[in-house]
């Protein structure tokens, strides 16, 4: 009769707190974003090149009063 009083309830395990702290830390560190990878030299000078080229192409236009792209390509 009292099995059936806990039909479907969690049994409670009580734990100690520097287990409670430790699986804690343990999800913590799964969450956690992996390391960001360092820029090689090649990405480097590809992005600044890309950007001097965005620079070059994004320029004032007084008649809209604000800056706008010049040019525009279409790649496949």
């Given at each position: 009769?009292?099995?059936?009083?806990?039909?479907?309830?969690?049994?409670?395990?009580?734990?100690?707190?520097e287990e409670a702290a430790a699986?804690?830390?343990?999800?913590?560190?799964?969450?956690?974003?992996?390391?960001?990878?360092?820029?090689?030299?090649?990405?480097?000078?590809?992005?600044?090149?890309?950007?001097?080229?965005?620079?070059?192409?994004?320029?004032?236009?007084?008649?809209?009063?604000?800056?706008?792209?010049?040019?525009?390509?279409?790649?496949?």
């Open positions: 009769m009292e099995d059936d009083d806990c039909d479907g309830l969690p049994m409670y395990v009580e734990e100690d707190e699986e804690k830390e343990k999800r913590r560190r799964q969450s956690r974003k992996p390391p960001r990878m360092s820029v090689t030299p090649e990405e480097l000078a590809r992005i600044e090149f890309n950007q001097a080229v965005a620079r070059k192409l994004y320029e004032y236009d007084p008649k809209l009063g604000t800056s706008c792209y010049t040019r525009a390509w279409f790649t496949k």
